[in-house]
């Protein structure tokens, strides 16, 4: 049974979260300015959004869990805030599930994480989750469970150029091959799934294209506004079921935006 057709007939997804018509979507530039307008002008620092996103994040994936009795979890990271939003959720997840086998990957060194990443890093690190800093991107398939949950936290939707980089393009197929190690099987039920955070990594947020590659997610947690490439271009060869979470930035901000999904 495919991914997507399984999650739809076994998870209760709230319909508080489903795409609904004509939910406004905004590009990648005008979802930064939000960022920015939403800590100056009315308090919200960057900090909190990352703590909401990573609270919904956990939430999600906490439902799967209970619904589906998948007990490894394992959150592949970058440095940047994708990453960060990753290792909120992973505290959230170790907060409410402590029985839960959690894992974090992280792709570069610690010492180039900063800010709101770092935050909730160490965080993540003072409360005893395994973190393992990935120096080769042949050994990621030997830290991937047989059976479990894979959360992308790579890069996020500010990713606007081709990845060069061949140790992050290899991580990608890695993970992509991963999940369809496990659609190939046949099983009557799914026993590995990927999530997403914000936009599956290498995906173009304004253009809906791998840039060249991507990961192929079961199931996207989008942030609103919800970007217009989740639903564009390639897309939906990646984002599997996109959920739009509300992390707190201002309705009234973006309820007349240019993009409108019909």
């Avoid at 979802?31 to 959004?49: N, P, S, V």
């Avoid at 909401?52 to 906490?62: F, K, T």
């Avoid at 935050?119 to 047989?146: D, T, Y």
Wanted: glycine share 8%.
């Amino acid at each position: 049974m495919g991914g997507e057709s399984y999650l739809k007939s076994k998870l209760d997804l709230r319909n508080k979260n489903l795409i609904l018509k004509d939910a406004k979507l905004v590009s990648r530039e005008r979802a930064r300015e939000l960022d920015q307008i939403a800590e100056k002008e009315y308090g919200i620092t960057t900090l909190l959004l990352m703590e909401n996103a990573g609270r919904m994040i956990a939430e999600n994936v906490l439902k799967i869990v209970s619904e589906i009795g998948l007990e490894n979890i394992v959150i592949v990271a970058g440095k940047g805030n994708n990453g960060g939003d990753g290792f909120c959720a992973a505290k959230h997840i170790k907060n409410q599930r402590k029985e839960i086998n959690i894992k974090i990957i992280i792709l570069e060194d610690e010492g180039k994480l900063k800010g709101d990443a770092l935050v909730n890093f160490q965080i993540a690190k003072k409360m005893g989750i395994p973190i393992v800093q990935l120096k080769n991107s042949r050994e990621l398939k030997n830290f991937l469970p047989e059976e479990g949950i894979l959360i992308d936290a790579i890069f996020g939707t500010g990713l606007s150029k081709d990845i060069e980089d061949k140790f992050f393009l290899d991580v990608i197929e890695t993970i992509n091959l991963w999940k369809e190690a496990d659609e190939e099987k046949k099983d009557k039920d799914k026993k590995r799934f990927v999530v997403a955070v914000d936009i599956p990594s290498g995906l173009d947020s304004n253009q809906g294209i791998p840039r060249p590659k991507a990961v192929k997610a079961d199931i996207t947690i989008t942030f609103a506004p919800a970007k217009v490439g989740l639903f564009v271009g390639e897309a939906s060869k990646f984002t599997g079921k996109v959920i739009i979470e509300d992390i707190g930035i201002p309705v009234g901000l973006w309820e007349n935006s240019e993009f409108t999904l019909i």
